[in-house]
């Protein structure tokens, strides 16, 4: 296992940064109209970055922006002056663990600033808090999460952690508990990790000047159903999580007043009378809360959904296909009129246009090369 030290980190991030500073300064300047685009790799490389054109919807490939290995997830800091994060692979002191990084964001390079080890092994996703001072990690195979505070896009020491012991009937998949998704809620006020392998959304009261998390509750989900990412809706009272392990979502309330989850409905991403594997994966809504997508994998579609503003009950649109294997992470471009798809087993990121009137989706895209896509951001 890659031994994952601040001095190898700072190292060799550096270099990095240097091969690819020195690799654009051969190149004509990036046009305007042009976006940068990070892509969190699974592979040797860390972190990709791309050039990307709304006006085609053509994302051109621009090397590696910054070599950490087996990074799962990547987040702007709210200005995008700071990029953090999450990498699977390290040890410490010869123990395997996990990793958080960040990075100062200058003219479309990363330049490293500091790295800490989590709180267990496989640290899978993690998210800042509403006032960008706080970070939270998730560990897969630890089954932990920690928060740390944050100063000028440094990353300090651990300030909590908590290690998870609860597990479901799925023995493939459930053996122990899998923290694998943070969330903040939209007013700051209370934390959330989803536990795949104990059903179970754990919730906790946010401090965001000292960055403890206290618990608050949690939520139960069906067992064996695997609730694997939240998110919030705009209306303030709705939000989804996914559950990866039955093809699920449970749309829920959320309580304002103390964070409380409660179901409100679910719904079924498999079509009728399909058998095999199935692994629901990740949500993306649009801005202005109409429409809600969800990506699922082995079989392989993201499926659409009209959402009630007031409510946020879902109407289905329809399926459509995800452009590879294994879906890790989707997103909709600042224009909203393409979506993002970064197909993990397919080392491809397929673009898709959108009707942003009716939400639907391209049934054909096109396809751009990428070592073991895990997230994208713009």
């Given at each position: 296992?890659?031994?994952?030290?601040?001095?190898?980190?700072?190292?060799?991030?550096?270099?990095?940064?240097?091969?690819?500073?020195?690799?654009?300064?051969?190149?004509?300047?990036?046009?305007?109209?042009?976006?940068?685009?990070?892509?969190?790799?699974?592979?040797?490389?860390?972190?990709?970055?791309?050039?990307?054109?709304?006006?085609?919807?053509?994302?051109?490939?621009?090397?590696?922006?910054?070599?950490?290995?087996?990074?799962?997830?990547?987040?702007?800091?709210s200005?995008?002056?700071?990029?953090?994060?999450?990498?699977?692979?390290?040890?410490?002191?010869?123990?395997?663990?996990?990793?958080?990084?960040?990075?100062?964001?200058?003219?479309?390079?990363?330049?490293?600033?500091?790295?800490?080890?989590?709180?267990?092994?496989?640290?899978?996703?993690l998210?800042?808090?509403?006032?960008?001072?706080?970070?939270?990690?998730?560990?897969?195979?630890?089954?932990?999460?920690?928060?740390?505070?944050?100063?000028?896009g440094?990353?300090?020491?651990?300030?909590?952690?908590?290690?998870?012991?609860?597990?479901?009937?799925?023995?493939?998949?459930?053996?122990?508990?899998?923290?694998?998704?943070?969330?903040?809620?939209?007013?700051?006020?209370?934390?959330?990790?989803?536990?795949?392998?104990?059903?179970?959304?754990?919730?906790?009261?946010?401090?965001?000047?000292?960055?403890?998390?206290?618990?608050?509750g949690?939520?139960?989900?069906?067992?064996?159903?695997?609730?694997?990412?939240?998110?919030?809706?705009?209306?303030?009272?709705?939000?989804?999580?996914?559950?990866e392990?039955?093809?699920?979502?449970?749309?829920?309330?959320?309580?304002?007043?103390?964070?409380?989850?409660?179901?409100?409905?679910?719904?079924?991403?498999?079509?009728e009378?399909y058998?095999?594997p199935?692994?629901?994966?990740?949500?993306?809504?649009?801005?202005?809360?109409?429409?809600?997508?969800?990506?699922?994998?082995?079989?392989?579609?993201?499926?659409?959904?009209?959402?009630?503003?007031?409510?946020?009950?879902?109407?289905?649109?329809?399926?459509?296909?995800?452009?590879?294997?294994?879906?890790?992470?989707?997103?909709?471009?600042?224009?909203?009129?393409?979506?993002?798809v970064?197909?993990?087993?397919?080392?491809?990121?397929?673009?898709f246009?959108?009707?942003?009137?009716t939400?639907?989706?391209?049934?054909?895209?096109?396809?751009?090369?990428?070592?073991?896509?895990?997230?994208?951001?713009?």
């Amino acid at each position: 296992m890659t031994k994952l030290t601040r001095r190898n980190f700072l190292l060799t991030t550096s270099a990095a940064t240097l091969a690819t500073a020195a690799a654009s300064a051969l190149t004509k300047p990036i046009p305007s109209r042009r976006q940068r685009v990070f892509v969190a790799s699974g592979s040797k490389d860390g972190i990709l970055a791309y050039n990307w054109e709304p006006a085609t919807g053509d994302l051109a490939p621009d090397g590696v922006a910054a070599q950490i290995p087996s990074v799962s997830w990547i987040t702007y800091s709210s200005a995008h002056e700071y990029l953090f994060a999450a990498a699977e692979a390290g040890s410490d002191n010869g123990k395997p663990t996990g990793a958080v990084a960040s990075f100062r964001v200058l003219k479309g390079e990363l330049q490293p600033l500091s790295m800490q080890n989590s709180a267990g092994s496989g640290t899978c996703h993690l998210a800042l808090d509403h006032t960008g001072r706080v970070l939270i990690s998730a560990d897969y195979t630890g089954g932990s999460a920690a928060s740390f505070l944050l100063s000028g896009g440094k990353i300090g020491p651990i300030v909590w952690s908590e290690h998870y012991t609860a597990h479901g009937p799925n023995t493939d998949r459930q053996e122990k508990a899998h923290a694998h998704f943070a969330c903040v809620s939209l007013d700051n006020r209370f934390a959330y990790i989803n536990d795949l392998g104990g059903d179970c959304i754990h919730i906790y009261s946010l401090n965001a000047t000292t960055g403890v998390l206290t618990p608050a509750g949690s939520y139960q989900a069906r067992p064996g159903a695997g609730p694997r990412t939240l998110h919030f809706h705009s209306n303030f009272h709705t939000a989804y999580s996914v559950n990866e392990l039955d093809s699920t979502v449970d749309v829920l309330k959320w309580n304002r007043a103390d964070g409380s989850l409660t179901l409100s409905s679910r719904i079924e991403l498999l079509p009728e009378g399909y058998q095999g594997p199935t692994r629901a994966c990740d949500t993306v809504m649009t801005r202005n809360g109409r429409f809600v997508y969800f990506a699922n994998r082995d079989n392989n579609f993201l499926m659409a959904f009209h959402a009630n503003p007031t409510t946020g009950q879902l109407t289905p649109i329809g399926r459509t296909p995800c452009g590879g294997k294994t879906p890790r992470n989707f997103v909709l471009d600042p224009t909203e009129n393409w979506m993002l798809v970064a197909n993990q087993d397919s080392n491809l990121i397929s673009v898709f246009r959108r009707n942003p009137m009716t939400g639907e989706l391209a049934t054909e895209g096109k396809s751009f090369p990428a070592a073991t896509p895990m997230r994208i951001v713009f």
